[in-house]
T-cell receptor
């Protein structure tokens, strides 16, 4: 099984440009998440979705937007990229929302904003 | 809010050595506790978990016990291999649908 796929694998983006990071899962999980990973800071939650049609803000949502039109897809959009958004972005999913559920992670997208 | 403290890395060991990575957490209520591992160039994957006090999670020779009295969840392995080289994250749940990630501990195992 593919699990979670992310695209692109890496991208260099000029500041001020927009970009959408794609995330697709084939596990029929209800909940999905977007994190960014920065050196020395661990993972920080950007946005989440407990179920299709709903989204919520995480710890660092500014400059990012998400949508959840269906169960499988959870794209992350940067409307006008800035260099501080240079990071590795991970999409994750869990069968259900809640405290006890394992989150499954995608392979990540490395984004560089110049 | 909930938080986690892990020993700073890198931890450098020889193959077949004993591994301990310390983890303590602060939490309100009874969080679930997870260890995630990130191999070079990959996403995170669940290594083991425990959901209540005194539970022991185990997988691939790794073990960790949920110690509520000391708010700890130390990771141990009796004999590490080169293939265990990775970054290890101790992750408490931080409320509904939230995981608390620290910076992780990098482990380097040499032949």
């Amino acid at each position: 099984t593919a699990g979670i796929t992310q695209a692109p694998t890496s991208q260099i983006l000029a500041a001020g440009r927009s970009m959408t990071l794609r995330c697709t899962q084939d596990m029929r999980h209800n909940a999905m998440y977007w994190y960014r990973q920065d050196l020395g800071l661990g993972l920080r939650l950007i946005h989440y979705s407990n179920t299709a049609g709903t989204t919520g803000k995480g710890e660092v949502p500014d400059g990012y937007s998400v949508s959840r039109a269906n169960t499988d897809d959870f794209p992350l959009t940067l409307a006008s990229a800035v260099p501080s958004q240079t990071s590795v972005y991970f999409c994750a999913s869990s069968a259900l929302a809640g405290n006890y559920n394992e989150q499954f992670f995608g392979p990540g997208t490395r984004l560089t904003v110049l | 809010g909930n938080s986690v403290t892990q020993m700073e890395g890198p931890v450098t060991l020889s193959e077949e050595a004993f591994l301990t990575i310390n983890c303590t957490y602060t939490a309100t209520g009874y969080p679930s506790l997870f260890w995630y591992v990130q191999y070079p160039g990959e996403g995170l994957q669940l290594l083991l978990k425990a959901t209540k006090a005194d539970d022991k999670g185990s997988n691939k020779g790794f073990e960790a016990t949920y110690r509520k009295e000391t708010t700890s969840f130390h990771l141990e392995k009796g004999s590490v291999q080169v293939s265990d080289s990775a970054v290890y994250f101790c992750v408490p749940s931080g409320g509904y649908n939230k995981l608390i990630f620290g910076a992780g501990t990098r482990l380097a195992v040499h032949p």
